[in-house]
């Protein structure tokens, strides 16, 4: 069993940044693909960026993000982070984070194994 939490969402105004960070509880932490998502509401759960398990640590994006945002992964922490630059309005959204057994990782939401609660992004224009 995987626990994840959430942290560092808040309100920003356009053009500013956040650091979204995810500490996972539980063993073979390092073996999972770990991703980050976010939900409006009425609006289904898409993915924004992939973090593969491996010493690779491939890391995949969604186009809407367009190089603002970057993921990492400490696998000696237990932790994933989403550092998020020039935000707008248009990225308010509840952000989570996910854990795929599968390392490869996956942009599916219902593919995921693991969520945290999530951490909520509110962009002002």
């Known amino acids: 069993q995987v626990q994840l939490v959430e942290s560092g969402g808040g309100l920003v105004q356009a053009g500013g940044s956040l650091t979204l960070s995810c500490v996972a509880s539980?063993?073979?932490?390092?073996?999972?693909?770990m991703a980050w998502f976010r939900q409006t509401p009425g609006q289904e759960r898409e993915y924004v960026a992939i973090?593969?398990?491996?010493?690779?640590?491939?890391?995949f994006y969604a186009d809407f993000v367009q190089g603002r945002f970057t993921a990492s992964r400490d696998d000696d922490k237990n932790t994933v982070k989403l550092e998020m630059n020039s935000l707008q309005p248009d990225d308010t959204a509840m952000y989570y984070c996910?854990?795929?057994?599968?390392?490869?990782?996956?942009?599916?939401?219902?593919?995921?194994?693991?969520w945290g609660q999530g951490t909520q992004v509110t962009v002002s224009s």
């Open positions: 973090i593969r398990a491996g010493s690779g640590g491939w890391i």
């Open positions: 539980g063993r073979s932490f390092s073996s999972y693909a």
């Open positions: 996910a854990a795929d057994v599968n390392p490869w990782g996956s942009e599916r939401a219902d593919e995921q194994d693991y």
